[in-house]
């Protein structure tokens, strides 16, 4: 039973007691008063009477006439009069009774005054004896309505009290409940905090728990800061801060492969000829703060484009990979100049110069190409510009290149409106093999009978065009048509950024979930790590409202900003999915394994599911359980 | 066996007068307090004119009571002897001043009668009008007299401090009776602070105080 319930059984208990007690006293006490005030009523009545008899004459009529008399013009039970000898010579009794009052109430309270009694003298014989009672029927009256009238006002005032009393309860129990909500939410590994309480024990409690709560969050925030360490120390030059050569090879490779929004991309190599020179002239620790510098340069140009990376391949090779499409020979030119500035090093080097060249990147091409991209990069940087240019594939350029704006709208919004569009299925699997959702990316198809296109086919004129919300919408009803299709099918939905910024799809995710309320859970929800940690309050406001809903949360792509995990753990999320990047080869990396074991203990530790993505091999797959990944999903997942 | 009912008989009797003498100890010692060791002795006396009636027969009672009263209760007023126009007066009282009115010595003769174990329905205070100064006189008082009934339907003799002898009311021409009563029926406090109940009637009153005084043994 509930701490509130007891008190309030405490209260109406002693408000019972103390109800009756007044209750018992007062009617008792009127009764009393009632009786004492009957008796003496007849006792006067029955010595007026005698008295007036005693003086007349006494034959039968008049005595009869005279009983009549009193008794008909009063209110009496019976008036009888018996002779000397206690026989009857006449009596007048009262029939009727008082329906109104029920018999319990009489039989309970039982009024009864001692009747009056009075001698009757016929000169110097005795005539006999008279005896009356007076009615009851008016003190019975009089205490039911009484009692009545006692008996409503305090339900009355009991109503009253009970209300205030539940009120003021309900203000000393709330800080209780709030404490109660907060240990919960520790129990589900959620670590907020509670004001503090006036009341001098709940304030210690709060306190105490408060400090508990926060305890626990600074060590989950210390743990997250340890990998986000480990992390630069395994993939990440110590001199420059890049990417290391094997880190920036995956992380290219994962967006060309696992990225359903890549479709053609840059990349640049930048070759500093006469590194032997600088570090024979000025020192190996002179030699570093310059690559430093050039490293920090090119860190924060890559940081002003957030579709650019940058990664050091080699001592003397620096590498820029953008993950769209843009103007090669530009992007050549800027990171030439970041580097050049960093450096400052032609005036003291004649020969001071960086080759860079760059190649354009297709969907189709391959991790073991992308290599050989690389070193073949790399030998054309000593050959001249025309040359360069000649690596540009200008073969695959699909036919919708040429489409202007106008078009891709017709195209973009004749799909929506038909409805065009298929969500395709990848499985994601636990460790035991099970099934949880499928990854269900959409196809569209832009004209009618066309090839269905991948998302990175068409993301970018929908993004300019502002429909990505429409197509996520109609994902959305894509993906709850098939659940409502097939009861046993769980689908993951990707949530873009704009869609989380659209009220109409906040609105319509409500109206279809209310709708179909048992589907809610098999629905999953995501949101890539990137749009969820740039747009924070946007997601915890999405996280508020599709939580009550009942579907299941979770952010997709986790992977570098790892030291941020920590702030997902008051929005009551589900799962996280790690990015491709960290899994990429991971049977072979000791320093990714540490890395991927300690964000599945942070994860873990704020009550989050982990989910590896882009899992290639059999081995790969193999390795994960024991670093703590729950499900997979990727090629080798099928 | 005669010997043995001769033998129980006195000693019930005798265990009878011990306890009437035990309990007017109480009223004897109020007495002296209230009006000196003249008014004890009276007690006393009555008490041993009670032992001594016990064994008598009604009548025998009735004479002795009677008696008794009339020659220890001097006629006064309530006006002179308690400056109030009507005071009902406890035996105790009356029996301590010595003085009483009519209805003092009714109420005085009606308590021992009563403890003497005559039955209640049997005496009978009455308010009657009497012819004072001889039958053509015009003069007339109210006064108070007990009479008593032998049988219900008996012509009752009237115990009047008028006339120092028992007669029956034939006999008594000079009194027309008005209104009688007797204890049946009535409600005695069980306060000892009588006076404070103003509920009670005058009669009521006073047989609450002669129990207050210590006199308990007439029951309604």
């Known amino acids: 039973m509930s701490l509130i319930k007891q008190l309030w059984l405490a209260i109406l208990l002693i408000m019972v007691l103390a109800f009756s007690a007044s209750f018992i006293i007062n009617t008792a006490t009127s009764k009393n008063y009632l009786e004492q005030q009957l008796e003496m009523k007849n006792t006067d009545n029955a010595v007026s009477l005698a008295l007036s008899i005693s003086q007349m004459e006494k034959d039968p009529v008049s005595v009869n006439l005279m009983l009549s008399a009193q008794f008909d013009s009063g209110h009496y039970e019976y008036i009888r009069l018996t002779d000397p000898n206690n026989q009857l010579i006449t009596d007048r009794v009262s029939e009727e009774a008082n329906n109104e009052i029920p018999n319990w109430f009489k039989n309970r309270i039982q009024i009864s005054p001692k009747p009056g009694v009075a001698q009757i003298q016929d000169g110097w014989k005795q005539y006999g004896v008279l005896s ?26 009991a109503l009253v009290c009970g209300v205030i009393g539940s009120l003021i309860l309900k203000m000393i129990i709330r800080p209780l409940n709030e404490m109660v909500a907060l240990t919960e939410a520790i129990g589900n590994k959620k670590f907020t905090s509670i004001k503090e309480p ?441 | 066996m005669k010997h043995i009912t001769f033998f129980s008989c006195f000693f019930l009797l005798l265990v009878a007068g011990l306890a009437i003498a035990n309990s007017l100890q109480q009223p004897a010692n109020l007495a002296e307090l209230r009006y000196g060791n003249q008014a004890k002795q009276r007690i006393l006396a009555l008490e041993s004119l009670l032992i001594h009636l016990q064994p008598a027969s009604e009548s025998g009672k009735l004479e002795g009571i009677n008696a008794f009263f009339n020659d220890n209760i001097d006629f006064v007023s309530d006006q002179d002897n308690w400056g109030v126009s009507d005071y009902w007066a406890t035996p105790l009282e009356s029996l301590g001043k010595q003085k009483g009115d009519c209805e003092d010595y009714s109420i005085a003769k009606y308590t021992f009668l009563r403890a003497l174990g005559i039955p209640d329905e049997r005496l009978k205070m009455t308010y009657v009008k009497a012819q004072i100064g001889g039958p053509h006189s015009k003069v007339y008082q109210a006064h108070m007299v007990l009479i008593y009934y032998e049988t219900p339907s008996a012509e009752p003799l009237i115990l009047d401090n008028l006339v120092s002898s028992i007669l029956s009311s034939s006999r008594r021409t000079d009194l027309r009776p008005v209104f009688s009563f007797n204890s049946t029926g009535l409600w005695i406090g069980k306060s000892t602070k009588s006076s404070s109940l103003k509920s009670l009637s005058r009669w009521s009153d006073v047989l609450t105080r002669i129990r207050n005084d210590g006199i308990q043994y007439f029951n309604n």
């Not at chain 1, 408060?210 to 340890?226: A, E, G, P, V, Y």
């Not at chain 1, 703060?289 to 620096?318: P, Q, W």
């Not at chain 1, 994601?428 to 099970?434: F, G, L, P």
């Open chain 1, 132 to 157: 009356l009672a007076s009615s009851t029927n008016f003190a019975y009256q009089d205490l039911w309505n009484g009692t009545r009238w006692t008996l409503l006002w305090s339900g009355i005032i």
């Open chain 1, 198 to 638: 006036h009341t001098f024990e709940f304030k210690s409690l709060a306190r105490a728990l408060n400090r508990l709560s926060q305890k626990i969050k600074d060590m989950h925030n210390d743990q997250s800061k340890l990998l986000e360490q480990m992390r630069l120390e395994a993939n990440y030059d110590k001199i420059t801060g890049l990417m290391t050569r094997k880190y920036f090879n995956s992380r290219v490779a994962t967006h060309i492969e696992n990225n359903d929004n890549f479709i053609e991309g840059v990349l640049v190599v930048s070759h500093l000829s006469n590194l032997s020179e600088i570090n024979q002239t000025l020192g190996a620790s002179e030699a570093d703060s310059v690559l430093k510098r050039m490293g920090l340069a090119l860190e924060g140009y890559c940081n002003r484009h957030t579709t650019l990376i940058a990664g050091r391949l080699t001592g003397s090779d620096f590498a820029v990979f953008s993950s769209t499409a843009i103007e090669p020979k530009a992007l050549c030119g800027e990171v030439e100049h970041a580097l050049y500035e960093a450096a400052g090093l032609e005036e003291r080097f004649d020969d001071f110069s960086l080759r860079t060249s760059f190649r354009d990147i297709k969907k189709s091409e391959h991790l073991n190409s992308l290599k050989q991209l690389i070193s073949t990069i790399r030998t054309k940087t000593n050959a001249s510009e025309t040359d360069i240019l000649n690596l540009i594939n200008q073969e695959d350029i699909t036919i919708y290149e040429n489409s202007d704006a106008a078009e891709w709208h017709a195209m973009l919004t004749s799909a929506i409106t038909a409805k065009r569009l298929q969500l395709a299925s990848f499985p994601v699997k636990s460790n035991a093999d099970k099934v949880i959702h499928y990854e269900s990316p959409a196809r569209l198809q832009l004209t009618e009978n066309g090839p269905w296109l991948a998302a990175g086919e068409f993301i970018a004129w929908a993004s300019q065009l502002g429909l990505v919300a429409q197509l996520d919408l109609l994902a959305l009803e894509t993906a709850i048509h098939t659940l409502e299709q097939d009861v046993t099918r769980a689908i993951a939905v990707n949530v873009s950024t704009s869609a989380m910024f659209d009220p109409d799809y906040h609105a319509h995710l409500n109206h279809l979930l209310t709708k179909n309320a048992s589907i809610a859970d098999r629905l999953w929800l995501e949101v890539s790590e990137e749009s969820a940690f740039e747009n924070l309050p946007t997601f915890i406001r999405f996280c508020e409202l599709a939580k009550p809903l009942g579907c299941q949360l979770g952010v997709e792509h986790i992977g570098t900003r790892i030291s941020r995990l920590g702030e997902l753990h008051e929005l009551n999320l589900d799962y996280i999915k790690i990015d491709a990047s960290i899994i990429r080869s991971i049977d072979k990396s000791p320093g990714n394994k540490a890395f991927l074991k300690g964000i599945c203990l942070i994860a873990h530790s704020i009550g989050l599911m982990t989910i590896a993505e882009g899992v290639h091999s059999a081995q790969e797959l193999a390795a994960l359980p024991e670093l703590g990944v729950d499900a997979s999903t990727g090629p080798a997942v099928k």
